[in-house]
């Protein structure tokens, strides 16, 4: 149970494109889903939070008008990264809060998506 | 913010040895949990444990919430034990995790 997918697991893209980045929960209803990032050998950053229904909240530094995050149901939420450049190549990985039933507050990844900017 | 530090930063363990991995963390907590990132990049739930003490296995966890750490414990370690080991922290009325710098373990046969 509490299973996240993530689509696609992998993209290459030219600079200058749009990239869509789906995250769905499975078997579970998300009130609030979470979209890091992570580089080569560090750890997870979060970038913004999603609340379905209403708008993202984002982290110090993290551009809203570049990651526009879209939570429009309690299942799925979706990163595009616009205007994508070389420096935003990056491994994104998205998580789901459990609303209730299981241990709140728990949170489970989806698999990540691994983006290539050439 | 919160300051989440873990140690070591690299392990390397023969096949079948007992390691014992540290968290800690700078300011009171209401969740903590700590994950397994495989070589593919999944990361793992292994326990949601902001205090006490829990066993799954071969693994097991301990968090002391008064003195702001908490321990993993791997027992019997096998070479799909490798990864990275990370905590994560939530304060109190908040959601979002703040993540350590993860413990990179290399279980060699």
């Known amino acids: 149970g509490a299973v996240v997918s993530q689509h696609p697991s992998w993209v290459i893209c030219k600079s200058g494109t749009s990239v869509k980045i789906e995250c769905r929960s499975l078997?579970?209803?998300?009130?609030?889903m979470f979209w890091y990032r992570q580089f080569p050998k560090q750890s997870l950053m979060l970038m913004a939070t999603?609340?379905?229904?209403?708008?993202?909240?984002?982290e110090q530094g993290v551009e809203k008008d570049k990651f526009l995050i879209n939570h429009a149901s309690l299942t799925l939420s979706t990163l595009t990264v616009t205007s994508a450049h070389p420096e935003d190549s990056s491994f994104y990985i998205c998580s789901a809060s459990v609303t209730s039933g299981r241990a709140p507050k728990t949170q489970y990844f989806g698999p990540g998506t691994r983006l290539l900017v050439l | 913010g919160i300051q989440v530090e873990q140690s070591p930063p690299d392990l390397i363990l023969q096949e079948g040895a007992n390691s014992t991995l540290r968290c800690n963390f700078s300011d009171s907590v209401n969740n903590l949990q700590w994950f397994h990132q495989n070589p593919w990049g999944q990361l793992i739930n292994l326990f949601y444990i902001p205090s006490g003490t829990k066993q799954n296995g071969r693994l097991s966890a301990t968090t002391v919430a008064t003195e702001r750490y908490s321990l993993l414990y791997i027992s019997s370690s096998q070479t799909t034990d490798s990864g990275v080991y990370f905590c994560a922290v939530n304060k109190a009325a908040g959601n979002k995790l703040t993540f350590g710098g993860g413990t990179r373990v290399l279980v060699k046969p």
């Open positions: 078997d579970f209803q998300a009130t609030t």
């Open positions: 999603s609340n379905e229904g209403s708008k993202a909240t984002y």
